[in-house]
């Protein structure tokens, strides 16, 4: 059964850093991994996606050169390295996978459009404080 979950969310200072990892098991460890993030009383909204071969990254402009989004598919794992963080960053973070965007079907609409992907993680709680 194929399942993601994340872990590595926490409380942490305006300015300081935090790793979110999202495990992949059941097969989905190649599969474009995508993470989104949704605070209270707001729509989910995209962070950053990576390809499934790890070539190609998007990312959302509110944290484009803070954020780094990287996978290791032997080891079944995804990770987003979170710089700088800020409290507009405070949020539940989930990482979510799915088969159908591989390839040239990887683009920045697509992968940005939570809809697109059917495995989701049960989420990890980001706390960033001023």
């Known amino acids: 059964q194929a399942q993601l979950e994340e872990s590595g969310g926490g409380l942490v200072q305006a300015g300081g850093f935090l790793r979110l990892s999202c495990t992949a098991s059941?097969?989905?460890?190649?599969?474009?991994i995508g993470w989104f993030r949704q605070a209270p009383g707001k729509e989910r909204e995209f962070v950053a996606a990576i390809s499934g071969s790890g070539r190609t990254t998007h990312y959302a402009t509110s944290v484009k050169g803070r954020f780094t989004v990287s996978k290791d598919s032997a080891e079944n794992m995804a990770y987003l390295q979170m710089n700088s963080l800020e409290p507009e960053d405070t949020g539940v973070y989930y990482c979510a996978a799915d088969s159908s965007l591989n390839g040239v079907f990887f683009t920045a609409s697509r992968a940005a459009d939570w809809r697109e992907y059917d495995y989701w993680g049960q989420g990890a709680q980001v706390t960033v404080s001023a």
């Open positions: 059941g097969g989905i460890n190649k599969y474009p």
